[in-house]
């Protein structure tokens, strides 16, 4: 079974950036399809970006187009998330996940590995 572990998660200051990993084991991931969700204190786990398995035309929802970049590296079975000019309201647990099989869209309900998530936080 596939297991991921993020890592990279912290204390930024607004305006701040922080590059997200998360470590597959068990299988690489070249044969999966990754993404990366948030979910803040009381909200709905909300999908950031996702990318198919040969990494063409990822997908990121509107808030963080232009600021947030998702990567793999199938080699090294690892994906990254790079966050730049992150904002206090983007305070949230992140977590990496994947699946074998297809998403049509990038949400909760088409990825079945999950990591445990990363805490960021985004204050002065």
């Known amino acids: 079974q596939l297991q991921l572990v993020e890592s990279g998660g912290g204390l930024v200051q607004p305006g701040g950036s922080l590059r997200l990993s998360c470590v597959a084991s068990?299988?690489?991931?070249?044969?999966?399809?990754i993404g990366w969700f948030r979910q803040a204190p009381g909200e709905e786990r909300e999908g950031l970006s996702c990318?198919?398995?040969?990494?063409?035309?990822?997908t990121y929802t509107d808030s963080v187009k232009g600021r947030f970049t998702i990567s793999r590296d199938n080699a090294k079975t690892t994906m990254y998330l790079q966050m730049n000019s992150l904002k206090p309201e983007e305070t949230a647990t992140y977590y990496c996940?994947?699946?074998?099989?297809?998403?049509?869209?990038?949400?909760?309900?088409?990825?079945?590995?999950w990591g445990q998530g990363t805490q960021v936080t985004v204050s002065p």
């Open positions: 996940a994947a699946t074998r099989g297809f998403y049509v869209n990038c949400v909760e309900r088409f990825f079945d590995s």
């Open positions: 068990g299988f690489t991931l070249d044969s999966y399809e």
């Open positions: 990318m198919r398995r040969g990494g063409a035309a990822p």
